[in-house]
DNA sequence: AAATCTTACGGGTGACGTAACGATC
DNA sequence: GATCGTTACGTCACCCGTAAGATTT
């Protein structure tokens, strides 16, 4: 299991439509549904009911997406904080109490 | 970024080490050195210090390291509720009640 | 007939193992 | 000298695009 393919998933059930949720992606129809099929195909649960002109949840599918939701919730956190490291917003505050002239009592790291 | 990148990053950060990373992984040294690598190159941080025979962590990778955690716990966990499913432990549950003899009121899917 | 999903095939990218090198303990 | 991390290279699987086919509206 992957980021991407939970993208995919995700896309999809939010779409309700493979062709769709391929222009989302900006990749062809057939990726998304080898994609989906080998997703599927590892966790050994049908997410998705086809039938040939339609897209339909599963039970399972259902009761996939609330989590893959949150594990993508969480990647894009986890990118989030690194950019705002990178933009000197975030990182280990440490504080000092100045004693008396030239001697600084700082707390320990971390 | 992807899941088995996390996975290796963690995994890194808990050992201290690519070597022994890599023996949980059950793959070789330069495996895990080039995947991390190439998280770092993504995400546009440097996540672990080297030193040719230590490794460290970076501000930027104890800033990480949480979320990355998070973010496998959600994956292990969207796996979790399908095999929970699987074994017929969950899924949607509906009461009815029996209004008189033959006549159930079931409440709505979903 | 148009739209939608699937399958088959070829090409490019990524991951891994082997091997050789450099640096540190 | 042994250990640890890196680099170079060949191989294999995976992802994508193209193309053709099947089914529904």
């Known amino acids: 299991m992957e980021l991407r393919q939970l993208e995919v998933f995700v896309a999809v059930a939010e779409e309700m439509s493979i062709t769709r949720s391929a222009?989302?992606?900006?990749?062809?129809?057939?990726?998304?549904?080898?994609?989906?099929?080998?997703?599927?195909?590892?966790?050994?649960?049908?997410?998705?009911?086809?039938?040939t002109h339609k897209v339909e949840l599963t039970d399972a599918g259902r009761l996939f997406?609330?989590?893959?939701?949150?594990?993508?919730?969480a990647a894009a956190e986890a990118r989030h904080v690194l950019e705002q490291l990178r933009g000197g917003l975030r990182g280990t505050l440490r504080l000092g109490v100045m004693l008396y002239d030239g001697v600084l009592a700082v707390s320990p790291p971390a």
Chains 1, 2 share one sequence.
């Open 23 to 51: 222009k989302r992606h900006n990749v062809v129809q057939s990726a998304i549904s080898a994609t989906l099929r080998k997703l599927e195909r590892q966790l050994g649960a049908e997410l998705v009911a086809r039938t």
């Open 65 to 73: 997406l609330p989590e893959a939701r949150r594990t993508l919730a």
